[in-house]
């Protein structure tokens, strides 16, 4: 049932200490947010869990980190497929400057398919599952940059469902958006939440109370609290989290 | 220092006709020397002269194989130096980290872009043409015209490829791509404008050098066919024609040749990676 | 990080919000303190003050309404700050049924004066509104304060008001046995005592609720 499981993790950029002792679990087919102030190391935490952080040479980190039963950072891990298993989408809108049917095609280029029917028909379903599809089906040989800035997300998500992903991380993914293409978003989360399980970023406590299941406090490298997302938003157990949530922490 | 005794709006006016004078006077000398050769040349140029022979040593006839070794050479110093520039870029940017060996490299492709062409002539000649002993020919020419255009080449292809936002470089490796499938499906298209900049003033430095090529292409008027068939590049054809007083309205004809091939060089690669461009950003 | 200040329009709101209950609460002890002396000296020119006072306390209720959803709308509050207006918009209208009892109760009072009550049953009246006003007050502070043992006593202290209520219908019903033309009168005298009655359930629901907004918890008792 646990998704991903944490347990004593502790991550350093050279001397930094970044993230201390988090554990932290995730049901499948669930939603959980991650809120905190900046630089708090939410962030650098959803990047262990796919191991972006391996991009920055100074990174270290122990404990566990595991993806069912297996140890993301075992030597034996094979980095490629984890990220295929575990999908990213990012704080801006970061489509190729290719075309949007390239974009979502991508993952499965650079995996191997070579079946074009295949391809297209993956592509298709990608775009549909993102909810862009009707948006964009007279336009797939067109520029991906060419669209908005919400649409450009939207297919950011398509491009990262093609992989056929089982868990999807969310870095802040509206914080670039309007309100409407944010609420686009949120809607399309509570829609993928049915087959994925995912993790968000976020700074906006409105969006954490409304797309997710659980939410995870933390503060200066720290998991503060952990809970339902309305114990947290309605009567959180910490003074940290209370003061957090309501605006009263600087 | 103070300003005061002029008011701000004035100053700004001065500032002002005194950029837009330096950028007219710019403009100008280009249409000056433009426009002083091609009246020139033009006059010389006709079918006869793009497709004919040289003869009695370029006072009269045409200079077809001058026309030929010129693109021979530069397109062959092009397909030397562009993989070779590129990938030293792509090294610097995406491998090396920044340190020693990196502040290394980027000072000496500095110092081999300010080396005069004249040492690489010599080096050349005694290199390529007697060492290695491949003669005066198409194929030590475009050598040595590689390696001075390697510099250029890498130096905009460095900078064109570290432009590339780093976003598109996390999307795919967030997609599990590998190192060499990012570089290769997303930071070299994304960067593929600056890196034909680079080519480019590689290859009009290559196709303009007289100095580079004169003691390792020999001077052959007759057409080039193998690389290793000496020739004579228009640039050479030029300083021979003026400085031995042969026939100054054909050198003012070769020299109008010349600037059409660069302009046009020039005008095609920008219009197709202006396309490219526009096609891949969605405009 | 040290620094613990939401924005100044935040906390300027949630104080004036504050301040709107407490000016609420206090007209409503005024009125209720009023409507006691009434039954105790009956007086046209209180008779009046207690109408006005009641519409006063009407327009106001709405007028916090509003500014409580404009916070809502604007601040977006979460936590204590959510369960606080929550709680306020909930107990500002009990505030307005306590006056609109208290102008019912003056008009029962009115009625009553030209009949000729048993001093007895008035006297137990009183004594009932006396101890409905000390409820009030105390609900109003419970909330106020966010005084969680206090509010827990509310209850206990209702059971009183229950007491003397069946006593002046024991009272009332012998009265109307005895006397049968003042039988209307009597009615009226059971629904004033009815009315404080209310008042002072009022005020418990105003604990029960101050209870739920400290603990989310279910009140163990009926809102």
Redesign the interface.
């Known amino acids: 049932m646990e998704k991903i499981t944490v347990e004593h993790l502790n991550t350093y950029f050279g001397d930094a200490h970044i993230l201390k002792d988090i554990n932290f679990k995730v049901a499948e087919n669930t939603v959980t947010a991650l809120i905190g102030p900046s630089g708090c190391g939410k962030s650098t935490f959803l990047r262990s869990i ?1 191991r ?1 952080n391996d ?1 920055i ?1 100074a990174f270290k980190c122990d404990g566990t980190l595991l993806l069912d039963d297996e140890d993301v950072y075992a030597p034996e891990m094979d ?6 298993k575990v ?2 989408v ?1 704080q ?1 809108p ?5 075309s949007i049917f390239e974009n979502v095609a ?2 499965l ?3 191997g398919e070579e079946d074009e029917d295949f391809i297209k028909q993956r592509v298709e379903e990608s775009l549909k599952s993102a909810a862009i599809w009707d948006e964009v089906k007279d336009k797939l040989d ?6 908005s800035g919400g649409q450009q997300q939207r297919l ?1 998500i398509a ?2 469902i093609a ?1 056929n992903p089982e868990v999807i991380l969310m870095d802040e993914p509206c914080s670039a958006l309007d309100p409407i293409s944010t609420l686009k978003i949120e809607d399309l989360i509570h829609e993928l939440k049915k087959g994925y399980t995912i993790i968000i970023v976020t700074h906006n406590m409105q969006q954490a109370s409304r797309v997710s299941d659980y939410t995870s406090f933390f503060l200066n490298g720290e998991i503060i609290e952990s809970g339902r997302t309305e114990q947290i938003f309605v009567s959180p157990k910490e003074q940290k989290t209370e003061e957090y949530i309501t605006g009263r922490f600087g | 220092m103070n300003f005061n005794f002029i008011s701000a709006k004035i100053s700004q006016k001065i500032m002002n006709s005194i950029f837009l004078l330096s950028g007219i006077i710019t403009l100008t000398i280009l249409v000056i020397i433009l426009a002083y050769i091609l009246i020139k040349g033009l006059p010389v140029i006709n079918l006869e002269f793009i497709f004919g022979q040289v003869e009695n040593q370029g006072a009269s006839g045409g200079i077809f194989p001058i026309i030929v070794s010129s693109l021979y050479v530069t397109l062959l110093s092009v397909l030397i130096s562009t993989p070779l520039g590129v990938g030293a870029a792509i090294y610097m940017v995406e491998y090396a ?1 920044d340190g020693k060996l990196t502040r290394i490299i980027r000072f000496g492709a500095e110092i081999l872009a300010s080396i005069p062409s004249i040492v690489y002539g010599l080096f050349g000649l005694s290199f390529f043409v007697i060492f290695l002993n491949l003669g005066w020919s198409i194929f030590s020419a475009s050598l040595v015209l590689a390696i001075m255009g390697i510099p250029t080449i890498f130096q905009v292809s460095e900078v064109s490829i570290r432009s590339v ?1 780093s ?2 470089v ?9 190192k060499w ?1 990012t570089i290769y ?2 930071v070299l ?2 960067a593929l404008s600056g890196i034909v900049t680079g080519i480019i003033l590689g290859m009009t430095r290559a196709i303009s050098e007289a100095a580079a090529v004169m003691y390792a292409v020999g001077s052959s008027i007759t057409m080039p066919i193998s690389i290793l068939d000496p020739g004579r590049p228009l640039p050479l054809h030029l300083y021979i024609l003026a400085t031995e007083g042969i026939s100054l309205p054909n050198a003012f004809g070769t020299a109008a040749v010349l600037v059409i091939i660069v302009l046009i060089i020039t005008f095609l690669t920008n219009y197709f990676t202006e396309r490219y461009q526009n ?5 | 990080m040290n620094e613990k200040s939401p924005s100044i329009t935040f906390q300027n709101r949630i104080n004036n919000i504050k301040e709107g209950y407490e000016e609420l609460g206090n007209l409503t002890i005024k009125l209720t303190g009023t409507v006691v002396r009434l039954l105790e000296n009956y007086d046209e020119t209180d008779f009046e003050n207690i109408e006005e006072c009641s519409t006063t306390i009407d327009i106001k209720t709405i007028d916090l309404e509003r500014e409580c959803i404009k916070f809502m709308a604007t601040e977006q509050p979460l936590a204590k700050d959510l369960m606080f207006i929550e709680s306020t918009l909930r107990v500002i209208s009990h505030f307005k049924r306590i006056s609109h009892l208290c102008l019912k109760i003056a008009k029962l009072i009115k009625n009553i004066q030209c009949a000729d009550i048993p001093e007895k049953i008035l006297k137990e009246l009183e004594c009932m509104g006396d101890y409905t006003l000390i409820i009030l007050k105390k609900s109003f502070f419970v909330f106020s304060n966010q005084d969680l043992d206090k509010a827990k006593e509310l209850p206990i202290d209702d059971d009183r008001i229950d007491e003397m209520y069946d006593s002046i219908l024991n009272e009332v019903t012998e009265n109307m046995i005895k006397n049968n033309e003042l039988i209307p009168y009597f009615v009226d005298v059971i629904f004033l005592a009815r009315y404080f009655e209310r008042i002072a359930d009022k005020s418990v629901s105003i604990g029960s609720r101050t209870i739920f907004m400290l603990t989310l918890r279910r009140p163990s008792i009926d809102d």
């Open positions: 796919n972006m991009l040479p980095v490629v497929d984890l990220r295929r999908g990213m990012f801006k970061n489509p190729f400057p290719k991508y993952g280029r650079i995996h067109k520029s991906a940059m060419g669209l950011c491009r990262t992989n | 980290n936002p976003i598109y996390e999307g795919s490796y967030g997609l599990g791509a590998t499938q499906k997303v298209p994304a096609k891949m950003m969605g405009k």
